[in-house]
Each structure stands twice: as structure tokens, then as C-alpha cells.
């Protein structure tokens, strides 16, 4: 495959390494005059997803449909950590999954989940053969007994959600943040664009979860939720983390789903 694309962009491009089931690239293409960055996907679905993305956002160099790859300019972005984020980021990062959510411009065929019981019976059925599932059952369970009032609510959050919003997807570029990686977009709840985002880069804590929710409400459309329909978002969540990592070895991230998983119990325990 490097040799194709070597040949093809009139590079030698070098591999990066990164914690994904795609593959990536980057180098000097001479067919382009430019640095590029190349992203070849596993999965055609996803290629497709970020394809639709890309395509209206007018920044692909090449499509190259008979590999699930495309071509991009390398873009010199600066990564931004829990250690070097500060409040100007989180309120910035609201503003950006805001906008995201609230142009809703892309229309995606079969990827609106607009059934809350749909989507937990499919994240349930995942993990059927990890040793979780005894408890997952019996968590669902008590989510479907108020799953008609849910449904209800859940539908009305619906909007064309990033699908993996966080810090490892959020880059800043001069003095503003950029969007990255678009495999996962879907129609769901705007809430799920969060949770990962609030346990793994905010580390829950309340007073950044307050201030990034004060302006991501501030700039959409959206009304606040309930505590039971975020739990339900919480607990699919940890689903899909449970799911990814029985996949690929990613032992903090796989710690992060467990840790959501518990937060539901400890919830039900408790109410």
C-alpha cells in the first residue's frame, strides 16, 4: 500500500503511529508541492462517514474510494492536554461542538438512531461475551422501565453528533480550536458528544462540566437534559468503550468504560 501511494503522490511518505484501527501517513508529495497526510481506513463505513464530512468541507486533495483512503493537507496543529487546557479552552471547545451541532447540515442515510430502546438493545448485544454482562442486563433493565418517557425526551435531542469529541480530536490552530476526525459522525443525542469528553479530559469535575455546558447552551439550540436520560447516554458510552477495547488493547480507555459503568450502578443503587 506505501509503495502505491509513494508512487501515486510522488512521495515517501512515513507511517504514524497512533492508537487507531486506521492507518496514517504524512510527507512531502511532489504532485501536490505540499505536506500531506494521508488516512487509510479499516472500516468502509467509517471512510465513507468522514468522506460525506470532508467533502462539504471542501479540504480534500484526493479521494481515493478504491483504498477507503483520503488525501489531506498536513496541517500543523498544536495538541491540546488536560495539563495545558485552560477555561478559554473549554468555553472555546463549547462554542465548537455547538456549531457542529447546531448546523446539522449533513444528512447521513441509516445513521439516525432516533430509538433510544434500539440503541441500547444493539450496545447490550456487543458485549454479550464480556463478564460484564450479567450487570449491563440488569442495568438495562431498569432503564426500560421508564423507557417511554425517555424515548420521548431522547428524541427530541437528536442532531448530527462529531461521535468522538475530545481533546485527542479537538486541535488548536493559531488562536482557534479545529474539529478533527469525522469516522464516527451520527445522528444520536447531543448529550453523547460529551460524556467522553467530561470523564476523560475534565475529569468530571463539576466546575469545568458547568462552565462548558453554561456556553455550549448559550450557543445551540438545546434544552438540558434529564439526570436519567444522561445516565442512559452515560451507560451506553461505556458500552461502546467496552466494545471498542474488546477490538483494540487499550487498557486506560477500556478502565474509563468500567469506571462509567459504575457510576450507572452507584446511580441505580442509590435513587
Known amino acids: 500500500m506505501k509503495r502505491q501511494l509513494d508512487e501515486l503522490l510522488d512521495a515517501d511518505l512515513q507511517k504514524i503511529n497512533h492508537i487507531s484501527e486506521n492507518k496514517h501517513y504524512a510527507g512531502f508529495s511532489k504532485k501536490f508541492n505540499k505536506e500531506v497526510f494521508v488516512k487509510i ?3 468502509s463505513l467509517k471512510y465513507n462517514l468522514e468522506y460525506e464530512v ?8 484526493l479521494n481515493l474510494q478504491e483504498y477507503n483512503a483520503f488525501v489531506l493537507e498536513y496541517e500543523d496543529y498544536i495538541p491540546i492536554t488536560r495539563e495545558t487546557m485552560a477555561d478559554d479552552d473549554i468555553i472555546k471547545a463549547a462554542k465548537l461542538i455547538a456549531k457542529f451541532h447546531k448546523d446539522n447540515w449533513l444528512m447521513i442515510k441509516n445513521e439516525k438512531e432516533v430509538s433510544l430502546e434500539k440503541v441500547l438493545e444493539k450496545n447490550v448485544t456487543r458485549i454479550a461475551d464480556r463478564r460484564e454482562y450479567e450487570k449491563v442486563c440488569e442495568i438495562n433493565s431498569k432503564l426500560l422501565k421508564n423507557i417511554k418517557v425517555l424515548e420521548a425526551e431522547y428524541e427530541e435531542t437528536l442532531v448530527l453528533i462529531h461521535g468522538d469529541f475530545g481533546l485527542r480530536n479537538i486541535m488548536r490552530k493559531d488562536d482557534r480550536l479545529v474539529l478533527i476526525d469525522f469516522e464516527r459522525v451520527k445522528y444520536a443525542s447531543y448529550y453523547l458528544d460529551f460524556i467522553k469528553y467530561f470523564y476523560q479530559d475534565l475529569n468530571n469535575d463539576k466546575s469545568k462540566i458547568e462552565l462548558f455546558l453554561e456556553h455550549y447552551y448559550a450557543h445551540s439550540f438545546e434544552k438540558l437534559i434529564s439526570k ?12 461502546g468503550i467496552l466494545n471498542y477495547t474488546k477490538r483494540v488493547n487499550d487498557k486506560e480507555f477500556e478502565r474509563l468504560g468500567l469506571r462509567m459503568l459504575a457510576d450507572v450502578d452507584d446511580y441505580f443503587r442509590n435513587n
Open 228 to 239: 436519567e436520560l444522561e445516565i442512559s447516554l452515560v451507560f451506553i458510552s461505556s458500552l
Open 41 to 43: 481506513f479499516k472500516d
Open 54 to 61: 470532508l467533502k462539504e468541507q471542501g479540504t480534500l486533495l
